[in-house]
């Protein structure tokens, strides 16, 4: 059985990992109408990846005897002030999520909780990835806004990136 506070931090989790795919869908939004369909879909891929994060702390609470509470979900922006201003909000998420998580292996220390030590560590290991690759399009979608044709080129490497469901099917 899980700890009561490891749970319910886990369900807060679980609505920030929703939060974090409806904000990466609204970004694709975004950009599909600035006619930047790589960089829609950059963020598409990100969305989809949130939401298979957020079902492996659903997952994971279901197979320690935890009850998912589900919570309403906050509605993200739906415009900005230029291409590169979502990639540095996304960014700034990724370390947001980063901190979450971060208080969540605090969380699972203290109530001395090691199965949920080391299903967040895949976690840890995640935003590593998550902070370097915000960051990296970032700094791209900013050098693009003083070139058009930069940006081309960003927007054609965005759309590149490909959604690959975690081959296995249980959390971690």
Sequence with gaps: ??????????NDQINEEVYSAY?????????????????ANWMHVQGMEELT??????????????HVAFKPIAAPPSAWKS???P?????????????????????AQKVNDHASVVF??????????EEKNASEMAHKTRLGESSPSALF????????????????TTPA
């Design 1 to 10: 059985m899980i700890d009561k506070k490891m749970e319910a931090a886990l």
């Design 23 to 39: 904000l990466y869908f609204a970004m694709s939004a975004y950009y599909s109408e600035q006619n930047l369909p790589g960089l």
């Design 53 to 66: 994060h957020a079902s492996k702390f659903y997952l994971f609470i279901q197979d320690r005897g935890g």
């Design 83 to 85: 291409p590169a201003v």
């Design 87 to 107: 990639f540095a909000e996304a960014f700034k998420h990724e370390q947001h999520i980063t901190g979450c998580i971060n208080k969540l292996v605090t969380l």
């Design 120 to 129: 967040l560590n895949w976690f840890v290991n995640e935003q590593v990835e």
């Design 153 to 168: 080129f960003v927007d054609q490497e965005a759309g590149t990136r490909v959604f690959t469901p975690p081959a296995a």
